[in-house]
């Protein structure tokens, strides 16, 4: 029932590019995105809804495959604040189940 | 300021003492609910509540309990009977459960000893 996200962790230098992904064993209504840093609150970075666009913020956009029940979140030209780890939370027909989530690491 | 406050931030218990965290939105949104945050495990749910006097069960609601008397306030109680309850927990609202941006607050990180 959890999201798999793939990779656990990755590691980038400042201006490189990067794709977190995760994938459902269910069928899926949406996807929701979350970054958390350390010691803090996960803040909401975006939702995919079935049958909706790829979404986009900045730098940061996604997409929703809902026959491959698969998101993906692009992350290009990252920036040291970019640093943190990754959340997906995939809803179906009942509650959001979030993943395990991706740790990005952003180096000058 | 509107926004979710849970408190406190740190609390120390021993083991056998039920303990209570407290979560207060002043953001009007129906849907309330904690999760459970160990490391590398994500965020899993621990219970949730769409409308006052009302709450159902997470994938690990065993051990804790909860109540919804105003549309405020969601405090959770985690009870002797939780195995580990060491852990953060963070508590969230959403105008509605299903598609909508979650709001987290800043968590409370729980150590028993």
């Known amino acids: 029932q959890q999201p798999v996200q793939s990779p656990q962790a990755v590691i980038l230098r400042e201006g490189e590019d990067a794709v977190i992904n995760c994938s459902s064993s269910k069928a899926l209504y949406s996807v929701h995105w979350y970054r958390q840093k350390h010691g803090e609150a996960p803040v909401f970075l975006m939702i995919?809804?079935?049958?909706?666009e790829q979404k986009g913020h900045d730098k940061i956009s996604a997409s929703f495959n809902e026959k491959k029940q698969q998101s993906s979140l692009y992350l290009t030209a990252s920036q040291l604040s970019y640093s943190g780890t990754y959340f997906c939370?995939?809803?179906?027909?009942?509650?959001?189940?979030f993943g395990k989530g991706t740790k990005l690491t952003v180096n000058p | 300021d509107g926004g979710i406050t849970q408190s406190p931030k740190y609390l120390f218990r021993k083991e056998g003492q039920n303990v209570t965290l407290s979560c207060e939105q002043n953001?009007?949104?129906?849907?309330m609910y904690w999760y459970r945050q160990d490391p590398g495990q994500g965020l899993r749910l621990i219970y949730y509540s769409q409308i006052v006097n009302d709450f159902q069960k997470g994938d690990i609601a065993e051990g804790y309990s909860v109540s919804r008397e105003k549309k405020e306030s969601f405090p959770l109680t985690v009870t002797s009977a939780q195995k580990n309850p060491t852990a953060f927990y963070l508590c969230a609202s959403s105008f509605a459960r299903g598609s909508y941006e979650q709001y987290f607050g800043p968590g409370t990180r729980l150590t028993v000893t």
């Open positions: 995919l809804l079935k049958g909706g």
């Open positions: 953001l009007n949104h129906d849907a």
């Open positions: 939370g995939t809803e179906g027909s009942e509650k959001l189940v």
